[in-house]
């Protein structure tokens, strides 16, 4: 009789121990300031997302959710940063396609992004515009493709970097095409838009809202963007997919994690949190204007959606035979 009463008092106490984590897993706002990582510098896309959502969150949740741009390695030392930091709800990171999806099939990383980062939410998209000089010599697709075919290996494109959303919108339209253009990766897009600017590159698979000012003074050539249709602020600028590539689809896209082994109770409050603000008409309509379309998902579509971007990836690095250069 004793022992069964020295077993009940132990399970009731575990039991009384597991409440108290859950109850401590679900405080929320988290009693420590709010940090959200983003991979690249101040003035990108990825930065103006990330402060335009970080401050509705911060009103919403009653504290400031601060933004710290971590930048270097096309976002990998912001991803491995927020995989070793403390699960308690405390830190997000911006995270990007290339990181997430890209870059375990080109470079051995040091964290796995489906093991060591929880997906929250999906974030924000938008596609990419290829622009070329205006001394290419080619005003259309079209005439960009025969350019390459009729000078095989003098046709380059510039990217943010090895295993970057340029780069490999690059090489999936090398595949598609039947081109061969040659890759030419910078440290960011600012130094990939002045050399094509100076007609040292022949194109570049760009942001829009970094591209299309050079566009309306006539510096550069929009040749085609690469999603599926063609986005409201371009509305005079055919898809990839229209202009005689169909189902061609290479978007850059920006989505919401946290630490692997932050408690669910956090992650889901996490992601109503940030769905919330993504359907806010405010926040939409700032996030339109910078040329970014809110993508709010679950917790498992996002991780879902990651896998299908991993494996479309893969199998075009693999094809390609690309490495990190």
Sequence with gaps: MKKRTALQTLALAA??????????????????PVTLVVGFA?????????R????????NIGQPVVVD????????????????????????????VGPLTIAPHLMKLTYDPFKDLAAVSGGVNFPNVLVVHQDAGARTLAEFVQLSRRKPGSVDFASTGAGSASHLAGEL??????????????????PALQDLLGGRITSYFAAPPTAMPHVETGKLIPLATTGLTRPAYLPNIPTVA?????????????????PGKTPPAILDRWNQEIVKVLNDAGVKEALNKHG???????????????KKESAQWAAIIKERKLTAE
């Design 15 to 32: 039991a009384a121990l597991t409440l108290a984590d859950a109850g401590r897993a679900q405080d929320f706002p988290p009693k420590k």
């Design 42 to 50: 101040a003035g990108g896309a990825a930065d103006a997302a990330a």
């Design 52 to 59: 335009l959502i970080a401050k509705k969150l911060g009103e």
């Design 69 to 96: 741009n971590k930048g270097g390695a096309g976002g990998n030392i912001a991803h491995q940063f927020v995989a070793n930091a403390v699960p308690d709800g405390t830190v997000l990171l911006l995270g990007s």
């Design 173 to 190: 339209f090398n595949q598609r095409a039947g081109i061969d253009m040659t890759h030419v990766p910078y440290k960011g897009g600012a």
């Design 242 to 258: 229209e202009s005689g590539y169909p189902g061609f689809e290479a978007l850059n896209w920006y989505a919401f994690v946290a």
């Design 292 to 306: 970014l379309t809110p993508q709010p998902t679950t917790r498992a579509e996002l991780t879902a959606f990651m």
